[in-house]
């Protein structure tokens, strides 16, 4: 689907989780990289913390103000959440300790395992209940992706109250 509208993602500033994917890259372009381990026991969990978000509502006028001025008036703009939403635990999990370690760890450290997943999950958490706070949260029921590879059209929802995009607010 093409709509009547330009979505311009809003800016959010984050801090990280203590610890980032490491990668190597093959020679050949089309070849798949290697996540060299970050997390290298239980030790490392204590680098692993949920990131602190932030709505720079400044930055995101700006970007607004410039698509706008780039459009001309001939379509619509719509802010909407800058942030993407997927949460996937164990391929965060996966991308700080390597591939190769998962299927080891759930059998020889399994402590491991649910400790940072629990933590990884608790910072979800938080990042989503800290964009709330802000007024970043934006629905998702058009033609966004979802994780299946499909779109997210619905009639169903929202809810009586809820705010279509940061534009409204």
Known sequence: ????????????????????????NPGDPLGAHHFDPVLNGPADLEKLRAPEVTLDREATAREVAAVEELLGGILPVEVVCGMGMGAAPLDHYSQLRGLDRICIDLVDEPELVHE???????????????????????LNLRNHYAGSGGNCYTRELPSAGSRPSLASA
């Open 116 to 138: 940072a997943i629990g933590r990884i999950i608790d910072g979800e958490i938080a990042v989503r209940k800290s964009l709330e706070a802000q007024g970043a949260l934006t």
């Open 1 to 24: 689907p093409i709509e009547a509208a330009v979505r311009v993602p809003s800016v959010i500033r984050s801090t990280g989780w203590g610890l980032a994917p490491k990668r190597t």
